[in-house]
């Protein structure tokens, strides 16, 4: 599945709304031009529709300077992975999505210089 129709197709299984676009949804910074307007919904109803439809299942979590949690969803079978981001009020969006997911694993401690 290509990274281009993707969104669409996560849009249209999720039956979420998908009429704002992203640069209103996302946090600046995460991203740049939309091609297309992210699928948006309660965390729970998105994170269950992953692990059923794409069995991804959460392998990066962080929070980005706006206080939105930013997660990475991912397939280490098939590669695919999908980036959602929950502003602090709730509302949880799919904002990329793609295949070629890679898992490495840092040598460096958080906290240790370089």
Same mark, same amino acid.
């Given at each position: 599945? @290509?990274?281009n129709? &993707?969104?669409p197709?996560?849009?249209?299984r999720?039956g979420?709304?998908?009429?704002?676009a992203?640069?209103?949804?996302?946090?600046?910074?995460i991203?740049?031009?939309?091609?297309a307007?992210?699928?948006?919904?309660?965390?729970?109803d998105? /994170?269950?529709?992953?692990?059923?439809a794409?069995?991804e299942? &959460?392998? @990066?979590?962080? /929070?980005?300077?706006?206080?939105?949690l /930013?997660?990475v969803?991912s397939n280490?079978?098939?590669?695919?992975?999908?980036?959602?981001v929950? &502003?602090?009020?709730?509302?949880?969006?799919?904002? @990329? @999505?793609?295949?070629?997911?890679?898992?490495?694993v840092?040598? &460096?401690?958080?906290?240790?210089?370089?």
């Amino acid at each position: 599945m @290509s990274t281009n129709t &993707r969104l669409p197709t996560l849009a249209s299984r999720f039956g979420l709304a998908t009429g704002l676009a992203v640069a209103m949804l996302a946090s600046p910074g995460i991203l740049g031009t939309a091609e297309a307007a992210p699928a948006c919904g309660k965390h729970a109803d998105i /994170v269950d529709k992953l692990a059923d439809a794409y069995k991804e299942f &959460r392998s @990066s979590v962080m /929070v980005d300077s706006q206080g939105n949690l /930013v997660e990475v969803y991912s397939n280490l079978d098939t590669g695919t992975w999908t980036l959602l981001v929950t &502003r602090p009020r709730g509302r949880t969006c799919v904002v @990329s @999505s793609g295949e070629n997911f890679i898992n490495t694993v840092s040598d &460096r401690v958080v906290g240790e210089p370089a």
